[in-house]
């Protein structure tokens, strides 16, 4: 077939082939060059904007470490002594404060020549960038400061079984712009459904067996001794669906109940088997559950004592926050409370605590 089409059209299209690929090859040649120019000055501008973070890596290490204090000392003979000292909020453990480190100085292209954990929550680094190498600097966390919301504080405001102040003057509430819980008796579904309306964060309190009862409504609604591991399943489920499923609860009575050997073991392997916590509020020195044995089944328990309200309580509660991390504050639902309770938000956010619901410190 090819020997019958004349010569000079074969040639002919073999050329303008040949000039068509010549353009197409002459085209991505451009565009590839166009592409690595762009890439270029790409690079450029990354380089130019982070000059001050290269020149700055100091300034910007102690603010990437949240440092609270600087403190200079007098070099030394020894060159394991440091000369810097950076005091640093709890709530990040060492080992993760010397990888922020480490990160930010190959971030700002400085160079780490060591680092190493030492004890009492301290470490020692050393480390060089573009003005030098820079002295050697412990890190060390301070334990009465927190790194903002590191520590958590939650108000929990209990109603009596025959409440008046929820019942006639809901919107004193109102007053307290901040998040909070209503402890409320599991046996009185007229409070329950006013905290409901009222949109709150509800903890139920279940009252169990005790022969200090100051009400027949709770005396006939409390958990018995001797109930079975099935009975009291049942029981607490019924319970906590009209509390939107809460996952946890309160007593204030029950001490019969709790120093009843037995009806304490059917009640841990509940708790531990429907991962609910406990917040045991009997009187004190009453029998309550085994801290070792909540630890050892992973059960979520605490023990607390209901005070009168005062300003003491809650700067209490404040100081046990920023030193432990977590911290509970628990009053009646009074109209003196609330009054009590209204600056609480600017007095948490200046100490860095964050007012959040009990769930979160169990």
């Known amino acids: 077939m090819l020997q019958k089409i004349p010569l000079k059209i074969l040639i002919g299209g073999v050329i303008f082939l040949s000039l068509v690929l010549i353009c197409i090859s002459l085209g991505l040649g451009r565009g590839k060059n166009s592409n690595k120019q762009e890439d270029a000055s ?26 609270h204090k600087e403190i200079t000392l007098k070099p030394k003979n020894d060159t394991l002594a440091a000369t810097e000292i950076w005091l640093v909020p709890n709530g990040m453990s060492i080992p993760n404060y010397m990888l922020r480190a480490s990160r930010e100085i190959e971030r700002c292209r400085g160079k780490v020549h060591w680092m190493r954990e030492i004890k009492y929550n301290r470490a020692l680094l050393k480390y060089e960038g573009e003005q030098g190498v820079y002295p050697l600097t412990e890190i060390r966390v301070i334990d009465s400061l927190w790194l903002p919301n590191s520590s958590k504080l939650a108000v929990v405001l209990a109603v009596n079984a025959k409440d008046s102040l929820l019942k006639n003057k809901p919107e004193l509430l109102e007053k307290l712009k901040f998040t909070y819980n209503l402890l409320i008796p599991s046996s009185r579904p007229e409070l329950l459904e006013i905290g409901k309306k009222l949109n709150a964060n509800l903890i139920p309190w279940i009252p169990m067996e ?30 906590l669906k009209k509390f939107n499923n809460a996952n946890g609860f309160a007593s204030f009575n029950g001490e019969d109940f709790l120093a009843h050997g037995a009806s304490v073991e059917n009640f841990g392997n509940v708790l531990r088997d429907k991962k609910l916590w406990f ?17 050892r089944k992973n059960i979520r328990f605490r023990k607390n004592y209901l005070e009168a309200e005062t300003e003491a309580q809650v700067i209490s509660a404040l100081e046990t926050a920023r030193k432990n991390g977590r911290a509970i504050l628990l009053f009646n639902l009074t109209e003196k409370s609330i009054n009590l309770l209204k600056n ?17 410190v169990f």
């Open 279 to 295: 917040w045991d509020l009997t009187k004190r020195n009453s029998a309550s559950l085994s801290q070792n044995e909540c630890t």
């Open 42 to 67: 790409q690079k450029e501008f990354v380089q130019e904007a982070s000059i001050s973070d290269v020149l700055l890596l100091n300034k910007n290490l102690k603010s990437i470490l949240n440092v």
């Open 210 to 239: 005790s022969s200090v009862f100051a009400f027949s409504t709770e005396k006939s609604n409390q958990v018995k001794i001797g109930i079975t591991e099935k009975e009291l399943a049942w029981k607490l489920d019924e319970t």
């Open 344 to 360: 609480l938000p600017e007095l948490a956010e200046k100490q860095g605590t964050k007012l959040t619901l009990a769930d979160d």
